[in-house]
């Protein structure tokens, strides 16, 4: 069995989305996926602010599958 990663309260990946945001997140996270190993968008992703929702939430979801196929 594979273990979740833990959420603190208010985690943006437990927040429910309307069908735009969820249609918005989707698509940050396809654009991301292939990226996640480049500079540039680390650096994109660490300077994301605590509003940019849909962004950070797209981020941690790629985070969080990586995590549980490495199994780190």
Same mark, same amino acid.
């Given at each position: 069995? =594979?273990? !979740? $990663?833990?959420? +603190? $309260?208010?985690?943006?990946? !437990? =927040?429910?989305?309307?069908?735009?945001? !969820?249609?918005?997140?989707? +698509?940050?996270?396809?654009?991301?996926?292939?990226?996640?190993?480049?500079?540039?968008?680390? =650096?994109?992703?660490?300077?994301?602010?605590?509003?940019?929702?849909?962004?950070?939430?797209?981020?941690?979801?790629?985070?969080?599958?990586?995590?549980?196929?490495?199994?780190?």
């Amino acid at each position: 069995m =594979e273990s !979740q $990663p833990v959420r +603190a $309260p208010g985690d943006v990946r !437990q =927040e429910k989305l309307s069908t735009v945001a !969820q249609s918005a997140r989707w +698509a940050a996270r396809k654009f991301l996926e292939s990226r996640l190993t480049e500079r540039e968008t680390i =650096e994109w992703a660490l300077g994301l602010k605590p509003d940019d929702t849909i962004r950070r939430g797209a981020l941690l979801d790629l985070l969080d599958r990586w995590e549980l196929k490495n199994g780190t």
